[in-house]
């Protein structure tokens, strides 16, 4: 392998010395490398030679220059490997006027990009018009070169660019900012808003406040960047159509960590988040309905939530039943309140939810499926199930199967809480239940532990703690009906921000105003005003 990397690296550095193959004819036999698109990287891509060429998006050559190409995707279409040379050739028709690069190869059938960054027409060479640039290669053995063809099935792949006044393929790129950002192009790309089709674009962008981070959209949909010192990078790779590149600087300080929903018949659980929030709620408090598409839109889209009170939330899609893989590998979630009118859990619901260490299972619930608890945290922790076989003419609590909590340790540490001292022999006298380490009748501290969020309840009182702060004699806020007033007796600045009690922003401006109304439905709010903050109650 060592070897074939030195010959290749050498063939790149003497390929500006190598002799034209002048008057050479090219193989009537294709070669067995073929271009091909199935990952994106359409055929050859060459670079502008000057300023000049780029500012005009053409590419030209002659005797003496260089430039670079890029050829892709690549893949041996005849056998199952390929060992000799791949070359830039310049043509005229079927004729090899000279070479421009060389670089030996071994190369199985997996597909490949090949990089030529220094590709050089060799001094004299006369380039005429109609002359092109193409892909040659020669196999370990043969006397010719055979041109590069296209694997059948391709669609829109370059196998040949005109040596003079080729019209380069662009695509537009649009890169936008909201304020509190700012962004720039990678040095790589030739061009700010453009970029040779096939080719790749970088964008780095950065946020201007210490408590902004960033969210790039491509397209509309949300991409993930890579964060490195200060800046955010991101890569369009093999870009073969107009793309749209949207960077959004997020206040996380005015993001809700706490907020209560209610999710209806016309309006699913995504849609009670404004932009972004569902990001970094942590403490999540839902009533309404619930369906299949809210559960995995929690496990899918919510990567902050840590604690979730379903209790006042009815599933209605499936026959009152938690999803199949409702929270499968959320390793984030701690406690977790199902709804009251839950009847069966769907297999695979909470599997690899490893920090899930507290669970109530209402009164409802009597069906589990397969590995329900497996390689989950509840094993350390405590599971409530107030199901009541007496109340159901039964004698034993109702059965599970024996990978319900799998790889838990609950045989060990895991406490089971049941409905009331009757239960608890009914629960010891079923395979699986009785395994639990310890089994007892719910208590009211058991109940608190399992009800009590603590994330919920830190951040409420941390708005309130922050509301007993007075406010600066500059600026006094006042509950009215129909909303809230804020007065002050100079022209400063103010800075307002307006929170419900769920810990929703409902307002934010800025004003240098005697008199600032701000219509607010009745409810408790906390109201801040740079930077301190004022609880009140619009009647």
Not at 190 to 219: C, M, Q, W
Request: with cysteine; net charge negative; charged share 20%.
């Amino acid at each position: 392998m060592k070897k074939n990397f030195f010959i290749a690296l050498l063939a790149l550095i003497t390929a500006g010395t190598m002799q034209p193959a002048r008057g050479e004819r090219l193989s009537g036999t294709p070669s067995p490398i073929r271009i091909t698109s199935e990952i994106g990287k359409i055929g050859l891509s060459p670079a502008p030679l000057s300023a000049h060429d780029a500012e005009e998006g053409i590419f030209s050559v002659q005797g003496g220059t260089r430039f670079s190409l890029e050829a892709g995707d690549l893949r041996v279409y005849s056998g199952n490997s390929f060992s000799g040379v791949l070359a830039v050739a310049l043509l005229r028709g079927n004729e090899i006027v000279a070479l421009a690069a060389e670089v030996s190869i071994e190369q199985d059938n997996d597909r490949w990009v090949q990089r030529f960054s220094s590709c050089r027409i060799p001094e004299g060479t006369e380039v005429l018009d109609g002359d092109e640039i193409a892909l040659v290669s020669k196999q370990t053995g043969s006397e010719s070169y055979c041109l590069l063809g296209v694997m059948p099935g391709a669609d829109e792949v370059t196998t040949r660019i005109a040596a003079r006044n080729y019209r380069l393929p662009f695509c537009t790129v649009t890169v936008t900012a909201t304020e509190g950002a700012e962004t720039t192009v990678s040095p790589a790309n030739l061009y700010p808003d453009k970029v040779i089709r096939g080719r790749n674009f970088t964008v780095a962008a950065r946020a201007l406040a210490p408590s902004h981070i960033l969210a790039i959209e491509v397209n509309g949909s949300r991409v993930p960047a890579n964060y490195v010192g200060q800046n955010y990078f991101y890569t369009l790779e093999y870009v073969t159509s107009d793309q749209t590149v949207t960077i959004t600087a997020i206040d996380t300080a005015a993001m809700p960590k706490y907020m209560e929903v209610t999710p209806t018949a016309d309006k699913r659980l995504k849609a009670c988040f404004a932009k972004y929030e569902a990001d970094y709620v942590q403490s999540l408090n839902i009533k309404g309905e619930l369906r299949t598409e809210d559960f995995y839109y929690m496990r899918d889209s919510m990567p902050a939530l840590l604690e979730i009170d379903m209790r006042e939330a009815t599933v209605t899609s499936p026959r009152q039943s938690i999803p199949e893989r409702a929270f499968e590998n959320n390793t984030q979630i701690q406690t977790i309140l199902l709804p009251e009118n839950t009847t069966s859990l769907g297999s695979n619901a909470f599997y690899c939810c490893q920090s899930l260490h507290n669970i109530m299972l209402p009164a409802g619930l009597n069906q589990f499926g397969l590995n329900q608890f497996g390689k989950s945290g509840v094993g350390t922790g405590i599971v409530c199930a107030l199901w009541n076989p007496y109340e159901h003419g039964s004698m034993s609590g109702f059965r599970i199967l024996h990978c319900a909590f799998a790889n838990t340790g609950y045989q060990y540490t895991g406490t089971l809480c049941v409905a009331n001292e009757e239960c608890v022999n009914a629960y010891k006298a079923v395979d699986y239940w009785s395994d639990f380490k310890t089994i007892k009748a719910v208590s009211p501290i058991d109940l608190a532990k399992l009800t009590r969020l603590p994330i919920k309840q830190r951040i409420l009182k941390e708005m309130e703690s922050s509301a007993l702060i007075a406010p600066k004699a500059a600026a006094t806020v006042a509950g009215e009906n129909g909303g809230c007033t804020v007065r002050q007796s100079g022209e400063e600045e103010l800075h307002i921000a307006v929170y419900g009690i769920d810990g929703r922003r409902r307002a934010a401006l800025t004003t240098r105003a005697a008199e600032t109304h701000l219509p607010l439905a009745g409810g408790f709010y906390v109201v801040s005003v740079n930077g301190i903050a004022t609880k009140i109650v619009v009647p």
